[in-house]
C-alpha cells in the first residue's frame, strides 16, 4: 500500500498541523496503513517541521507503532509466565499452523500478523490470544481454530 500525501493532509488538518500531535497523528497514519510507510514519515517531518530522527524516535519508541506492514488481521499470543505455564506455547503453535504463519511475522499476502507479547496484563484468563483487539481468554486450540475460521467465513 503506497503512501498518498492527500490522506496524510486530511489527518495533519485534524489536529491543525501542530508538532505536539505527533502521536496521534502517526496512530491515525499506521490505523490508515497498518504500518507506518517510510515515505509517509519523511512527508510527516517536513510538514509537522519537526526533524525525522525525532519522528523515527516517536516511531521506534512505543511499541505500538510498527515500521513493518501488519496484516489485515493481528493475532498477539501472551507469552507471559502465566500464560506461558497454561499452555500459551502450544496455542501459539496451534495458531501457527493453522494461518500458516511462523511467530513474530506477516503473512505475505498481508492477511495475518502473528506476534507474541511478553504480558497483556489479564493474567488470570491466561492463557490469552488478542485477535483484532478482542481479547479470547483461557484460549485453547480448538477455540482457537473456531475463531480463526469465523474470520475465514466473515471474509469469505
Wanted: glycine content about 6%; aromatic content about 8%.
Amino acid at each position: 500500500m503506497s503512501f498518498e500525501p492527500a490522506t496524510i493532509d486530511a489527518i495533519l488538518a485534524k489536529y491543525g498541523s501542530q508538532k505536539s500531535a505527533l502521536i496521534q497523528v502517526l496512530q491515525d497514519v499506521q490505523a490508515e496503513y497498518r504500518y507506518l510507510p517510510q515515505d509517509a514519515l519523511t512527508y510527516l517531518s517536513d510538514a509537522l517541521k519537526v526533524p525525522l530522527s525525532t519522528v523515527y524516535h516517536v516511531a521506534t519508541f512505543y511499541k505500538a507503532f510498527s515500521l513493518k506492514p501488519k496484516g489485515k488481521h493481528v493475532i498477539s499470543v501472551c507469552m507471559g509466565t502465566a500464560c506461558h505455564v497454561r499452555g500459551a506455547p502450544r496455542i501459539l503453535d496451534a495458531i501457527s499452523r493453522e494461518i500458516d504463519v511462523e511467530p513474530n511475522t506477516t503473512a505475505d499476502d498481508l492477511s495475518y500478523t502473528l506476534e507474541t507479547v511478553n504480558c497483556l496484563g489479564s493474567c488470570a484468563l491466561g492463557p490469552l490470544v488478542v485477535i483484532d483487539d478482542e481479547y479470547l481468554g483461557k484460549a485453547t486450540s480448538a477455540k482457537m481454530k473456531k475463531a480463526l475460521a469465523k474470520i475465514a467465513k466473515d471474509e469469505g
